[in-house]
């Protein structure tokens, strides 16, 4: 699976639009991206993932580039509970690993009252 | 149950006990994942179940770790002769199949070898 790149850390008043953005330029064509976040002390929750169109659903959009190299997943409204760690994953669901997510060190959102 | 569950949530255990910890998956998961997650790190693949085999144990660190799942619904890690480098908290997740993978994860269990 391709490597991502994400800021280590982010922070976001309630109420406006967190806007997390990942790096994925080694991304191959059959490959998607996957956002997971990891609330304190808890599992790691699935978002949202896409292969090149844009995706929104209850929790959140994600928005990938033309080219696939990056992407970023909006939180259209943040709330205190959405402070956690963002996790963007970039995986082949149809490979011979295909029920392997390799996690990497994710983004710390921190949404402020 | 509504979710993954994971028992125990907490284990500590003396340095070279064996330990078990046991996952149960929702209900008509055919998939089934475990992971480690070690402090400020992202959660790291051990190995995943697709029914009551492993699909993909490249994960597993060394033969002191072991996975089964006999029935296709509930699993067991076993750690053998447990290192204080084992310390780390144990993840589990299941989806309705494999090439599904919005995962379902527990809340794991921490494991701590002192």
């Known amino acids: 699976d391709a490597k991502t790149t994400q800021p280590p850390s982010m922070d976001c008043a309630e109420g406006r639009a967190a806007n997390l953005p990942c790096n994925h330029s080694t991304i191959s064509g059959n490959e998607y991206v996957y956002w997971y976040r990891q609330i304190h002390s808890q599992g790691p929750q699935y978002i949202i993932h896409?292969?090149?169109n844009n995706e929104t659903n209850e929790m959140a959009s994600l928005i990938i580039t033309e080219d696939r190299k990056s992407s970023t997943l909006i939180l259209p409204h943040a709330t205190l509970r959405d402070t956690a760690v963002y996790y963007c994953i970039v995986h082949n669901a149809g490979g011979t690993s295909y029920g392997k997510l390799t996690f990497g060190q994710g983004t710390i959102l921190t949404v402020h009252p | 149950g509504a979710g993954v569950s994971q028992t125990p949530s907490n284990k500590v255990t003396e340095k070279g006990k064996y330990v078990e910890l046991r996952c149960d998956p929702i209900?008509?998961?055919?998939?089934l994942y475990w992971y480690r997650q070690s402090l400020g790190q992202g959660p790291e693949f051990l190995i995943y179940?697709?029914?009551?085999?492993?699909?993909?144990d490249s994960g597993l660190p060394n033969d002191r770790f072991f996975a089964v799942r006999p029935e296709g619904s509930v699993s067991t890690l076993k750690i053998q002769r447990t290192e204080r480098g084992d310390s780390a908290v144990y993840l589990c997740?299941?989806?309705?199949?494999?090439?599904?993978?919005?995962?379902?994860f527990g809340q794991g269990t921490r494991l701590t070898v002192v």
């Open positions: 209900s008509g998961h055919t998939a």
């Open positions: 997740a299941s989806s309705y199949d494999i090439m599904n993978t919005e995962a379902f």
């Open positions: 896409g292969l090149k």
């Open positions: 179940f697709q029914g009551t085999g492993a699909a993909d």
